[in-house]
């Protein structure tokens, strides 16, 4: 996310007498409006004259100076005219940092909202908590934070007389020729570096070592935190697992399957171990 441009913040007024910027949502789907250059730009919106509260939109922060807020537009009610309607996932698939990651984080915030207005021990109906982003239960002061769902990637890689190659996987339903890293979420009381080499063993059957944090990506679908690593291979024949993954195996650095858009981190995490194994050659 370009950070000069935003300020992030979670408290904000009720009421803006002017327009804000705002990740207005219809059910799953985003309304955008398009720059000069075609880009994805998030729209500025006068919300109390479409009829909407503040009050019960979530903020973000300032962009450019403006407050922004995201909020639901409930369905049947008059889009906005001028903008576009986009799938969060075709947002992101556009590559404009900034707007996917509001509202990523809006797409987050409210789901999170939707699915916590009662008390999951009491059944109360929950309230603002008066500092934190969080809801709180006004009976048995549980406090309810928004959930994020680590999850760990890992692209295994060995070094070969031609210069390497790297431990792929594709999954039924992928994209027909695509292969992409093993992926998979943390378990309650696992480490990281526990969880990576779980996932690898269950997922591909290998052994790894040395695992190199490469970066990490929030992905709202619906709160996910993946945190991409690399790592070598240290024994152990490739055998996919067979419910999870179609197919696994090794490919030579020089003749890659089709891999995933590069707005991906498992991309980012597998073009970086490429230049790093062509260049230790
Ligand atoms: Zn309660």
Request: net charge negative; hydrophobic share 40%.
């Amino acid at each position: 996310m370009t950070q000069e441009r935003f300020v992030p913040g979670h408290r904000g007024p009720a009421f803006v007498a002017e327009a804000v910027v705002c990740c207005l949502f219809q059910g799953n789907r985003v309304f955008v409006g398009r720059d000069a250059g075609g880009a994805p730009q998030l729209p500025l919106l006068d919300v109390q004259a479409m009829g909407l509260s503040l009050k019960l939109a979530h903020y973000l922060g300032r962009l450019d100076g403006r407050h922004c807020y995201g909020l639901h537009l409930p369905q049947g009610a008059q889009p906005p005219a001028g903008l576009e309607n986009l799938g969060m996932r075709a947002l992101i698939l556009e590559g404009n940092d900034l707007a996917s990651a509001l509202a990523g984080q809006a797409f987050q915030l409210l789901e999170w909202e939707r699915t916590h207005r009662h008390c999951g021990a009491c059944g109360a109906p929950t309230t603002a908590h008066a500092l934190d982003r969080a809801v709180e239960c006004p009976d048995c002061r549980i406090v309810y934070y928004p959930r994020i769902s680590p999850v760990m990637m890992a692209l295994v890689y060995r070094k070969t007389d031609n210069g390497g190659e790297v431990l792929l996987t594709r999954k039924a339903g992928y994209a027909p020729g695509r292969f992409t890293v093993v992926a998979g979420f943390v378990e309650a009381g696992e480490s990281l570096e526990q969880c990576l080499a779980r996932e690898v063993k269950e997922e591909v059957g290998v052994d790894i070592r040395n695992p190199r944090y490469f970066g990490s990506q929030p992905w709202p679908f619906p709160n996910s935190l993946v945190m991409a690593f690399s790592a070598e291979w240290a024994g152990g024949e490739v055998v996919p697992d067979g419910t999870e993954l179609e197919d696994a195996r090794w490919f030579s650095i020089d003749a890659l399957p089709d891999l995933p858009e590069p707005v991906h981190i498992s991309r980012q995490l597998i073009d970086d171990t490429l230049v790093q194994l062509r260049n230790s050659r």
